[in-house]
């Protein structure tokens, strides 16, 4: 039995086998043949090309199962390694630059993925999917078999793995999953938040773990204690069970609290709405009594797939949820891609400092045609419900200026098809740079509503990475430079009249509600497992403590200061 510690990320306690996930990227290193070897190394690489060939006509072959998608890409994908001047291409790179064949691949894909990318049009989107998944087969047959199929999993399991990406995480079989371990991982990672979403077990940052133990190896996983024990005893094994059941019970305590109004004791109403990331999410904010949903990380529909959603794909999508939601305010964030949510399609690959670089809005404007049909798609299901769009990473007035002409342009190609659609879209700003909240006076002039996003709010104010676990210690959102921010924001919102919200994790931690109420914030959105927890809080508040706290915390000189201030406050 090994019992090892690491970052509790997200509650309750799993136990089961285990599956180990490698890396997602193929790493291929930068290698050369000897001269003698280089007609081998063609051989190999025609092999391997004549296999990728077999697969696909075999999957040709199970077309009726396969999804539409995946159908049309393996059609095109038989096209490409068909064409001589791909594999020709190839084979020059290996010949003549002595390259191995892994490599060639490589880099002769990567070089023609660049080449589309920088086109800005659908079409050639989809080419790069193309591309993408002929690589991966053909890495597949030249470095034995290593591919890694996450979504195929057949049983409950405990997913180990040495670090996870969203794009990994979010095509796991959600009713498989029974807890995450990894041995990389911070709590404001992307796959910490969807394992509080979909209310799994995880503790990351774990020495080793996925060394330790093994396919198949019994573990357990506490996320409340940030333990996972591999091979557990007998003995501990019942005492987890015993502890399981409690846990389970306070599941059934929190459905109690679904009825009851947000507000704290003194009367004030505080609006929780929920994070999603799929359309599935949906029941799951009305099952746990949600105002709405304040953030929808629409990139979640695209990562992880071979191809980029249509304008009427995108639509129904959107379309499901705001009907889901029954009136009640939808509010989808244009798909943030880029630094961890890395997506080949629209992402640059090695980016000296991708949190720095082109991600979020930013790839929205290089990707403009891809951007105007996410937001035709939404204008034409506006019409179904509720809805406004909101944009990450806002820098400042003149990015939502830009953003605002392309709406407008993609308002004009919706009215020509002549299709009905919601004219009035609300637009909204995420507040996750220090830029954005002090430029907040001209912001608002431009806005119509406003985010704060604390997960990378903190990070960039306190210049820390977020998925960093050596510097994971000096995360705090409750730092006071982060606080001064968010009461700064809260109060030009506040004053001219526009609803502003947090939706960063930090608002579905109970000890940091107080701490926001004081700072004058009265929306949040949380993923929706942790809402009952929240808004139990909520209702033991009184408003005036809430102000006093925070006058107190920012005039603190250190996060360990109002965590000291914070902890005494929930101790009374
Ligand atoms: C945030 O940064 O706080 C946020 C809500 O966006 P994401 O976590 O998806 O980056
Ligand atoms: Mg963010």
Same mark, same amino acid.
């Given at each position: ?10 509650? +309750? ?8 996930? %490698? ?55 038989? $096209? ?40 800005? &049009? ?7 999917? $193309? ?37 990994? *995480?979010?095509? /796991? ?27 799994? @077990? ?48 306070? %599941?059934? *305590? ?9 507000? %704290? ?9 929920? &994070?999603?990331?799929?359309? =599935? ?41 705001? =009907?889901?939601? =029954? ?19 629209? &992402? ?7 949190? !720095? ?24 299901? +506006? ?22 002409? !392309?709406?407008?342009? #993609? ?69 006071? *430079? ?26 579905? =931690? ?6 926001? /109420? ?12 942790? !809402? @009952? ?15 006093? !706290? #925070? ?7 250190? #996060?360990?200061?109002?965590? %000291? ?8």
């Amino acid at each position: 039995m090994e019992t090892l510690s690491g970052q509790k990320v997200s509650s +309750g306690i799993a136990m089961g086998q285990a599956i180990i996930l %490698t890396s997602e990227e193929i790493k291929v290193q930068e290698a050369y043949v000897d001269e003698s070897k280089i007609e081998l190394e063609v051989k190999r690489f025609r092999r391997a090309l004549v296999k990728s060939e077999k697969d696909i006509k075999k999957l040709i072959g199970e077309q009726d199962q396969v999804h539409v998608d995946v159908g049309r890409i393996i059609a095109t994908s038989l $096209d490409f390694l068909a064409d001589d001047m791909l594999s020709g291409a190839i084979e020059g790179a290996i010949r003549e630059q002595r390259y191995t064949a892994a490599y060639a691949v490589c880099e002769t894909i990567s070089t023609l993925t660049e080449q589309f990318k920088a086109i800005d &049009n659908p079409a050639f989107s989809s080419k790069v999917a $193309d591309m993408i998944d002929i690589e991966h087969r053909l890495l597949n047959h030249l470095m034995g078999g290593r591919l890694n199929r996450v979504q195929k999993l057949t049983a409950k399991t405990i997913v180990i793995a040495d670090d996870l990406t969203p794009s990994q *995480a979010v095509t /796991l079989d959600r009713d498989k999953v029974l807890a995450f371990a990894t041995e990389k991982g911070s709590w404001a990672s992307h796959t910490a938040i969807l394992a509080r979403a979909l209310g799994i @077990p995880a503790v990351v940052a774990v020495p080793h773990v996925a060394h330790l133990a093994s396919i198949g190896s019994q573990v357990i996983v506490d996320g409340d204690a940030g333990v996972v024990i591999v091979d557990p005893s007998e003995e501990t094994r019942k005492r987890y069970l015993e502890k399981r059941k409690r846990s389970r019970r306070s %599941t059934v *305590a929190d459905s109690n609290i679904r009825r009851q109004p947000s507000i %704290t004791r003194d009367g004030e109403e505080i609006r929780i709405y929920c &994070n999603i990331e799929t359309k =599935e999410d949906v029941p799951r904010v009305k099952k746990y009594g949600g105002t709405g949903v304040g953030l929808f990380r629409t990139e979640f529909l695209f990562l992880g797939r071979q191809t980029t959603l249509s304008e009427d794909e995108q639509y129904e999508v959107y379309r499901e949820a705001l =009907e889901g939601m =029954e009136g009640k305010m939808v509010t989808i964030r244009s798909m943030d891609v880029g630094a961890d949510k890395f997506d080949r399609r629209f &992402n640059a690959r090695n980016e000296p400092n991708p949190f !720095l670089g082109e991600r979020s809005i930013r790839v929205s404007f290089r990707h403009t045609e891809s951007f105007k049909t996410q937001m035709r798609a939404i204008m034409r299901a +506006g019409i179904h419900g509720k809805v406004r769009v909101m944009f990450p990473l806002i820098m400042d007035s003149g990015d939502m200026i830009r953003a605002r002409a !392309l709406i407008a342009e #993609a308002r004009a190609e919706v009215e020509e098809t002549g299709v009905p659609f919601e004219r009035d879209l609300r637009v909204g700003a995420m507040i996750e740079l220090p830029s954005a909240a002090l430029n907040m006076e001209a912001l608002v002039q431009h806005t119509d509503f406003f985010s704060i996003g604390t997960n990378d709010l903190t990070q960039y104010t306190l210049g820390v990475d977020r998925l960093n676990h050596r510097v994971s210690n000096l995360y705090a959102p409750h730092h006071p *430079a982060v606080l001064q921010l968010i009461k700064h924001v809260i109060k030009v919102a506040r004053r001219h009249g526009k609803y502003c919200s947090v939706c960063g994790e930090m608002a579905g =931690e109970p000890i940091y509600i107080p701490l926001l /109420l004081g700072l004058g914030v009265r929306n949040i959105s949380v993923a929706p497992p942790s !809402l @009952p927890k929240v808004k139990r809080m909520v209702r033991s508040l009184y408003l005036s403590h809430c102000h006093h !706290l #925070a006058d107190a915390a920012l005039r603190a000189s250190s #996060a360990d200061e109002v965590m %000291t201030l914070l902890e005494q406050g929930s101790s009374k």
